[in-house]
């Protein structure tokens, strides 16, 4: 989506005088916005999952409190200690409560087959009742199949973002290829429409190795690592609490470079980039001088 308003904006800067025949700004602005809401609908779709599968999770949350309240309940007749007469409700081994989907759907309905052949057990005061245990479990079904179906709207909207990913995609190689009908190789106007210069060298690596060291009171000799790609290099200084950036101060093509007048008594970072055709490299790290 960057790329692509990099492109519309250089279209729009420098429309008058590179004409594109065959990859006009509005074609691309529309492809961009169908991008756009794609991704957008994308979003909402994985949204509206994550809300259905919050509210699976409270159905879940409220079926287990069901089962605990019937658990307690029914050891005034089962006992506390667990029994044979316990998998009537869907306990097996102990009366620990269940944690995953099936199990507690399981005991959902193995408690509402229970209080359906033995209503003398159910309480209606607070709820525990088949009736109850049947709302849960429904709820737990739908909720279920609610996560099923958006999970295929995720998944739909997906493929639809990235059909209109793939339309973008091709548009912004489109634009490339036709502007090197109109520019040369080393045309910097390349720049405008997000492109690097096809005929520029790629840019130098990081700068590693430097080292700084004071020769004097307000002087400094650095050294660094050669850079692969490297044309020349840029030696820069901040003065702390003076320079609000780095700001260059030479570009020898050698591996060393001596800083002469710097301030005295100043806390001061150096940083070197490696510089070619292809532009400038990252700045290497910082090292701290303080000057006498």
Not at 11 to 29: F, Q, S
Not at 216 to 225: C, N, R, S, V
Not at 258 to 282: F, K, Q, R
């Amino acid at each position: 989506m960057n790329a692509a308003e990099l492109v519309i904006g250089g279209i729009t800067e420098l429309g008058a005088g590179v004409t594109l025949h065959y990859n006009v700004k509005d074609d691309i602005n529309e492809e961009l916005v169908n991008l756009v809401m794609a991704c957008g609908g994308h979003e909402q779709a994985k949204q509206v999952k994550a809300t259905r599968r919050s509210l699976f999770i409270d159905a879940m949350n409220e079926a287990i409190k069901f089962i605990r309240v019937v658990r307690d309940l029914l050891k005034l007749i089962f006992g506390y200690e667990y029994s044979d007469l316990w998998t009537a409700l869907g306990f097996r081994d102990n009366l620990a409560l269940p944690d995953s989907e099936e199990d507690i759907m399981a005991m959902l309905q193995a408690i509402r087959s229970h209080f359906t052949n033995n209503p003398a057990h159910e309480l209606a005061a607070i709820n525990v009742t088949a009736a109850r245990a049947l709302t849960l479990y429904t709820a737990l079904v739908a909720a279920q199949q609610a996560i099923v179906s958006q999970e295929a709207t995720v998944k739909e909207s997906m493929d639809v973002r990235d059909g209109k990913f793939e339309v973008v995609r091709k548009r912004i190689g489109a634009v490339y290829r036709e502007l090197g009908n109109h520019l040369e190789p080393l045309d910097r106007r390349w720049l405008k429409y997000g492109f690097n210069i096809p005929g520029a060298d790629e840019t130098p690596d990081q700068v590693t190795g430097l080292k700084v060291t004071l020769i004097g009171p307000t002087a400094a000799a650095t050294k660094w690592e050669a850079s692969v790609r490297a044309s020349y290099y840029r030696v820069y200084i901040r003065v702390l609490g003076v320079d609000a950036e780095y700001r260059a101060i030479g570009s020898p093509a050698d591996l060393d470079f001596t800083i002469e007048n710097l301030p005295a008594n100043a806390t001061i970072d150096v940083v070197v980039s490696a510089v070619n055709n292809g532009g400038e490299g990252a700045r290497s790290e910082a090292i701290r001088i303080v000057t006498h």
